[in-house]
């Protein structure tokens, strides 16, 4: 292969093709939404053949890093947002389009992950940890309440005024550390609020409320967001659709 390349690899060919560009993306080299050159263009660059570069992008259109547009190219996808297809919309009224939410950083403070964390993150216990917490609120009403975990050594240099200053989601804000992220796995069960999130929706203790945990893998499959949602659904309902 071309400069780019360095090493030699016993990985298949396209392998290392995927990593290339995969690298070139995180790097900034094409920003979300941006096209890539054509394939034959990357083969050139790559010194490769157009096959070992469509079947690359093809793994990288499936790990939703890229995506293809019919008739007009790749592109790189831009990283999803905080609430990704979900939404919270009036109960049955399905087809409703959902008032816009209005997010509050509540605050970035470091802490020791605890051994539940740790494992499904793949740390030692009590490694340091980023601790995000938000506020979400419909027409000036808390509705949600979010706590996102990060690898404190993975993603140092997170705090409260980059993300106040640039509005990140949770998938930009890694992405700025050269990390794709995309959802892995989504947990749902009823918990009574403590007493200090009661007071953020302005509720009492112990109100029911729906918890969603949801981890996110990067591109290799490791496990690096960990995010519990909590959300008011006495009046809304937590949707999931396309």
Not at 126 to 144: I, N, T, Y
Not at 163 to 184: D, E, H, T
């Given at each position: 292969m071309g400069k780019r390349a360095g090493v030699v690899s016993r990985e298949p060919l396209y392998k290392q093709v995927r990593a290339l560009l995969l690298e070139r993306v995180c790097d900034g080299e094409w920003d979300g939404g941006e096209p890539l050159p054509s394939e034959w263009e990357l083969a050139a660059q790559l010194s490769v053949s157009q096959g070992t570069v469509r079947k690359a992008l093809g793994e990288m259109v499936a790990d939703g890093v890229l995506e293809r547009v019919q008739g007009k190219g790749t592109f790189v996808a831009p990283p999803e947002s905080d609430w990704g297809h979900a939404r919270l919309v009036s109960p049955v009224l399905v087809g409703e389009s959902p008032d816009p939410l209005s997010r509050?950083?509540?605050?970035?403070?470091?802490?020791?992950?605890?051994?539940?964390?740790?494992?499904?993150?793949?740390?030692?216990?009590?490694?340091?940890?980023?601790?995000?917490?938000?506020?979400?609120?419909?027409?000036?009403?808390?509705?949600?309440?979010?706590?996102?975990?990060?690898?404190?050594?993975?993603?140092?240099?997170?705090?409260?005024?980059?993300?106040?200053?640039?509005?990140?989601?949770?998938?930009?804000?890694?992405?700025?550390?050269?990390?794709?992220?995309?959802?892995?796995?989504?947990?749902?069960?009823?918990?009574?609020?403590?007493?200090?999130?009661a007071a953020l929706f302005g509720v009492g203790a112990g109100v029911p409320v729906l918890s969603v945990l949801e981890l996110f893998d990067d591109t290799e499959g490791q496990r690096t967001v960990w995010r519990q949602r909590l959300c008011l659904t006495e009046r809304l309902a937590y949707t999931v659709g396309v």
């Open positions: 509050e950083l509540l605050g970035v403070s470091r802490v020791a992950a605890s051994e539940e964390v740790a494992e499904v993150l793949g740390l030692r216990r009590h490694a340091a940890l980023h601790q995000l917490r938000f506020l979400w609120r419909r027409g000036g009403e808390a509705v949600a309440l979010d706590e996102v975990l990060l690898s404190a050594e993975r993603f140092e240099g997170v705090d409260a005024r980059t993300l106040r200053s640039r509005s990140l989601g949770v998938a930009q804000l890694v992405a700025r550390f050269g990390v794709r992220v995309k959802p892995a796995l989504a947990q749902y069960r009823v918990q009574s609020l403590a007493r200090e999130d």
